[in-house]
């Protein structure tokens, strides 16, 4: 069980110790404050608690089973420490359960290995992918890790870096990709460009020119749900293997290419870790290429 201890430098009620200094959610404190959890000086206590200087502050940070099975699958570890866990998700799978499909996800693997390494954590994505993305997938072990980076998220805060195999190619070698994305009319899930969506920012790198197709680096500055396939295909070289966004030429050559899912990759991660403060890069060992290609299309 991960605890979080303070060492008090000012009198204050507890929830404000909890809230500023150790950086809790209010969500976190609340659950928490049903669990036994909080004690100062070796006392349990309540949030009102009034502390005062010098006092010793504990919290216990205990993590719910999870209403999923746990799945003895390998799992492609490429960083961990305490506070996280990051790893290659392979595309065609999920990265946590839903209503429809609690098995066979990234989670159920986790859940196995946590138990297995004796590590009592949960399963927090902080950064997910959707189910044909692969690459790397960084995941907090607990509720409090996930609330700072959460806020981290939202404030822009984590670099982001994709790869991705196109049909076409932009006119610039560099630039950023501009346009408002928004929710298709429900039942359907998809996205589309239009005017009363909400902002998205892409920047782009063009890494290689082959034939018909091209290699991309991008890099989300917003997070929409999407995002980097919806921009692609609006500016005219749609992801190659795409089957929802894809235009019917991208869609024949990536048939023609045997190219069954699509080809992004999220290759690397770049953050402030919100414990030591030192700045983590994690890379996949994924990457997507254009090697499909024949000598006769290059």
């Keep these: 069980m991960m605890e979080l201890t303070h060492i008090a430098q000012r009198q204050a009620r507890l929830s404000s110790i909890l809230r500023t200094e150790l950086k809790m959610s209010s969500t976190l404190v609340k659950r928490l404050k049903f669990q036994n959890a909080y004690s100062v000086n070796g006392a349990s206590v309540h949030t009102d608690f009034p502390v005062k200087i010098g006092d010793f502050v504990r919290v216990k940070l205990d993590e719910p089973t999870p209403e999923y099975p746990a799945e003895d699958a390998p799992l492609h570890i490429v960083y961990e420490d305490e506070s996280f866990i990051a790893v ?5 799978m999920l990265v946590h ?16 290995y946590y138990q297995k390494t004796d590590q009592p954590c949960a399963v927090h994505p902080v950064s997910r992918l959707d189910r044909d993305t692969f690459g790397v997938v960084l995941l907090a072990k607990n509720a409090h890790i996930h609330a700072l980076m959460c806020a981290q998220s939202k404030a822009g805060q984590i670099e982001k870096v994709y790869h991705a195999a196109v049909f076409g190619a932009p006119p610039a070698p560099c630039g950023i990709l501009e346009a408002p994305i928004a929710r298709k009319a429900p039942p359907s899930l998809l996205r589309c460009i239009r005017s009363d969506g909400k902002e998205a920012r892409t920047q782009y790198r063009l890494l290689q020119t082959r034939g018909q197709a091209a290699m991309l680096e991008l890099h989300p500055l917003t997070g929409r749900t999407h995002q980097l396939r919806i921009h692609c295909a609006h500016f005219g070289f749609p992801i190659l293997g795409d089957p929802q966004y894809a235009n ?6 990536s048939l023609a290419h045997g190219l069954t899912y699509q080809q992004l990759c999220a290759v690397r991660l770049r953050f ?21 290609l024949s000598e006769a299309e290059v």
Excluded at 88 to 92: M, N, R
Excluded at 97 to 112: V, Y
Excluded at 248 to 253: I, R, V
């Design 88 to 92: 290659d998700k392979p595309a065609g």
């Design 97 to 112: 359960p839903s209503s429809a499909c609690n098995t066979g996800t990234l989670a159920n693997r986790l859940t196995a």
């Design 248 to 253: 019917a030429q991208s869609q024949a050559f």
């Design 272 to 292: 402030l870790h919100p414990l030591t403060e030192k700045m983590i890069e994690i890379r996949s060992d994924l990457d997507t290429s254009l090697d499909f």
